[in-house]
């Protein structure tokens, strides 16, 4: 398995305006710094009591994508270096962001994880949970966080007519909120879709932000 080929490999098979997050959740800082060598900077962690030691352990011009599910006790560890925060699924986490970010004076983008699976487990919001987010008035409040586009998970299924469904209208819900205006901390920029499984469909469907560990790591290093 050779860290930097495969990174070279995505780079040159990505679509334009379409980048590569680099999941190196249960990687060692070795796997890490091969990535690095290779010129990848952004990288994905899905823990928060991985993703600190990394950032300590590793160059600063790093950019950290959290993209697991964030437990809001757990935003102040991350809070004054995250780059971006893929996974925000609910208002309440959302605020807790905002007060974290606004204690170490800045502003934290994030995407918005919408429920796009047929799977009962994964996190997110609707859309129509979206655009009532927008309009409430305790989102106005929100000084210290960028709302900078969506992200979502689809189905595990080998079934890839359904995958490209769910990405299509991830996607087209991306547009119309773009299309719409919006209040001035959303950019919806970002659309965050597509892992080592279902890459290739995601970024046929649009999207900028594609999250893969095992095709450029290999398999998962499981912890115990």
């Given at each position: 398995?050779?860290?930097?080929?495969?990174?070279?490999n995505?780079?040159?098979?990505?679509?334009?305006?379409?980048?590569?997050?680099?999941?190196?959740?249960?990687?060692?800082?070795?796997?890490?710094?091969?990535?690095?060598?290779?010129?990848?900077?952004?990288f994905?962690?899905?823990?928060?009591?991985?993703?600190?030691?990394?950032?300590?352990?590793?160059?600063?011009?790093?950019?950290?994508?959290?993209?697991?599910?964030?437990?809001?006790?757990?935003?102040?560890?991350?809070?004054?270096?995250?780059?971006?925060?893929?996974?925000?699924?609910?208002a309440?986490?959302?605020?807790?962001?905002?007060?974290?970010?606004?204690?170490?004076?800045?502003?934290?983008?994030?995407?918005?994880?919408?429920?796009?699976?047929?799977?009962?487990?994964?996190?997110?919001?609707?859309?129509?949970?979206?655009?009532?987010?927008?309009?409430?008035?305790?989102f106005?409040?929100?000084?210290?966080?960028?709302?900078?586009?969506?992200?979502?998970?689809?189905?595990?299924?080998?079934?890839?007519?359904?995958?490209?469904?769910?990405?299509?209208?991830?996607?087209?819900?991306?547009?119309?909120?773009?299309?719409?205006?919006?209040?001035?901390?959303?950019?919806?920029?970002?659309?965050?879709?597509?892992?080592?499984?279902?890459?290739?469909?995601?970024?046929?469907?649009?999207?900028?932000?594609?999250?893969?560990?095992?095709?450029?790591?290999?398999?998962?290093?499981?912890?115990?």
């Amino acid at each position: 398995m050779n860290i930097k080929n495969n990174i070279n490999n995505f780079r040159q098979n990505l679509p334009a305006g379409c980048e590569l997050v680099a999941v190196s959740k249960t990687k060692p800082i070795e796997a890490i710094k091969e990535a690095y060598a290779a010129g990848q900077r952004v990288f994905g962690e899905n823990k928060v009591q991985e993703l600190v030691p990394k950032h300590e352990a590793l160059p600063k011009d790093i950019a950290w994508h959290m993209i697991g599910h964030l437990q809001s006790n757990k935003v102040k560890y991350i809070a004054p270096f995250v780059s971006l925060i893929h996974s925000v699924d609910s208002a309440k986490l959302l605020e807790e962001i905002n007060k974290q970010a606004a204690k170490v004076n800045r502003i934290i983008p994030c995407l918005l994880q919408l429920h796009i699976a047929e799977e009962e487990t994964k996190f997110g919001f609707s859309e129509d949970d979206v655009q009532k987010l927008f309009q409430s008035p305790e989102f106005q409040n929100l000084q210290h966080i960028e709302v900078r586009g969506l992200m979502g998970m689809a189905t595990l299924t080998t079934d890839e007519a359904q995958i490209r469904k769910e990405f299509h209208g991830l996607r087209m819900f991306f547009n119309t909120l773009k299309s719409l205006p919006l209040p001035p901390q959303v950019t919806m920029e970002e659309l965050s879709m597509g892992m080592s499984s279902d890459y290739k469909i995601a970024a046929e469907e649009g999207s900028t932000l594609i999250r893969v560990g095992s095709a450029i790591f290999g398999e998962r290093t499981y912890q115990h």
